[in-house]
């Protein structure tokens, strides 16, 4: 334990967030649901069975698509900007630029 006044309280962080049993036990029967009309649609059950599997089928499968052209665009930029950075000028060369532009030695 530190004796500085000045120092700040340990707060342990949370593992996990603070859901509620409630919550956990709903999303859990929606998970079930889900598998059952899964099941069902997989088992040649009935027409309605095989359309929700298919809608959810295209939404994961949309929501995948998503996920990965976001992740190819944060590839690339950060990519490009390792590969820029080099070139860009920082702190004292900001300074030599702007002032030999105001002298007019471009």
Not at 61 to 68: I, T, V, W
Request: contains cysteine; charged residues 15%.
């Amino acid at each position: 334990m530190s004796t500085d006044p000045n120092a700040e309280p340990l707060s342990p962080e949370p593992l996990m967030p603070q859901w509620s049993l409630r919550s956990l036990m709903g999303l859990t029967a929606l998970a079930a649901g889900v598998m059952w009309v899964l099941r069902e649609a997989f088992f040649e059950g009935p027409l309605w069975a095989r359309c929700v599997s298919l809608v959810l089928l295209s939404l994961g499968g949309c929501f995948f698509a998503y996920a990965m052209i976001f992740s190819l665009a944060t590839l690339f930029a950060q990519m490009s900007n390792a590969i820029l950075a080099p070139f860009q000028p920082r702190g004292k060369q900001v300074k030599q630029v702007v002032e030999s532009h105001e002298k007019g030695e471009v």
